[in-house]
């Protein structure tokens, strides 16, 4: 089936610092790609989505200037926190909707996320 | 927009038992697609089950089945046969038909117990 390989799984970076977390999918072209954070215990909220070749769009409160989002190629997008600080530390999720949109999981790819930690 | 509501923070379920998840949208979309998805602690989305809005039948995927009660803008997922490794995470969310962004709702922790 359809795979997104999503890296690091883990990162813990000094404030400041810039992290880039990478969504690769592996067998299938990602016109679209969605960026999520999830807090403990709380539910995926959207950060972004971004389209393969064109700016991403980024929710209502995302800050796009700290949180940028590269979608390069339809089996790249990046998300890259800058200056990251403490409360930007959370679990980032990525998921990919495949180029035909359907079948299995009815379109949707999730990456394995991301714990972000901020020291 | 879109909002999905799971009103049930977390759920206690003897192993080989049956547990509901309720799950209620409210949308004025006549088209839209609801899906299930489980997190265990590791944090990996795992899709359980998927219910177009057009569907006759509820959908079921082995011990995974949707009670979708489309006039009550519900669709609540059953576990049949508890087991352990379903203690996780669950996540009811929608799609609307003109947009590809799936909202989430709270999410409900259930615990199994052996």
């Known amino acids: 089936g359809a795979v997104v390989s999503q890296h690091p799984s883990r990162v813990i970076c000094k404030s400041g610092t810039s992290v880039k977390i990478e969504c690769r999918s592996l067998?299938?072209?990602?016109?679209?790609m969605f960026w999520y954070r999830q807090f403990p215990k709380q539910s995926l909220m959207l950060m972004a989505t971004?389209?393969?070749?064109?700016?991403?769009?980024?929710e209502q409160g995302v800050e796009k200037d700290k949180f940028l989002i590269n979608h390069a190629s339809l089996t790249l997008s990046t998300l890259t926190v800058t200056s990251a600080h403490p409360e930007d530390s959370s679990f980032y999720i990525c998921?990919?909707?495949?180029?035909?949109?359907?079948?299995?999981?009815?379109?949707?790819?999730f990456g394995s996320g991301t714990r972000l930690t901020v020291v | 927009a879109q909002k999905i509501t799971q009103t049930q923070p977390g759920m206690f379920v003897q192993e080989k038992e049956a547990v509901t998840l309720d799950c209620t949208y409210d949308?004025?979309?006549?088209?839209?697609?609801l899906f299930w998805y489980k997190q265990p602690s590791s944090g990996e989305m795992i899709f359980l089950i998927y219910?177009?809005?057009?569907?006759?039948q509820n959908a079921t995927e082995g011990r995974y089945s949707l009670n979708f009660q489309k006039a009550r803008k519900s669709a609540n997922l059953v576990i049949s046969a508890s087991q352990l490794g379903d203690s996780a995470m669950y996540f009811c969310?929608?799609?609307?038909?003109?947009?590809?962004?799936?909202?989430f709702g709270a999410g409900t922790t259930v615990t199994v117990r052996a």
């Open positions: 998921s990919a909707r495949d180029f035909a949109g359907g079948q299995g999981a009815r379109g949707y790819t």
């Open positions: 067998d299938f072209q990602a016109t679209t």
């Open positions: 971004s389209n393969e070749g064109s700016k991403a769009t980024y």
């Open positions: 949308t004025s979309d006549p088209s839209y697609g």
């Open positions: 219910q177009g809005s057009y569907d006759q």
């Open positions: 969310a929608m799609r609307p038909s003109n947009d590809y962004k799936l909202s």
